[in-house]
Every structure is written in C-alpha cells, then in structure tokens.
C-alpha cells in the first residue's frame, strides 16, 4: 500500500513574527559573565548582567544582521 506522503513533506509554516530557524539566540554563562550567542554564529561580547546579554540576543532576533 503506497502512502500519500505530500502532505507531510512541508513543515508548518510559521506564524507572523516567529523567529526563523536559523536563529536560535541563547545566553551562557560563563563565571560571572553571561554572553548571548546564536546557531548563525553570531555571538554578542561578554555581559556582567545576563539581562543584558539576553536583550543582546532579543536585539540580534529582531535584527539578524
Ligand atoms: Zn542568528
């Protein structure tokens, strides 16, 4: 029996304002410092407050280049 495969070749299309896979921002923490970096390959420069350095990964999402 041949299985109707068409369907389910696409993934979900994202809704409006969803970040794209290619950006998965993250914030490590290394000692006291906290640094966003992201699977592009960006990576932000070390922050004493990890607040920052996510609102470093928020800013990098809403503007990838
Ligand atoms: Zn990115």
Redesign the pocket.
Known sequence: MRKESSAWTDPPALPSGAVPA??R?EVAERGSFALAS???G?FAPARRSRDKARRDARE?LDQ?D
């Open positions: 290619e950006h921002a992201c699977s592009c960006w990098h990838p």
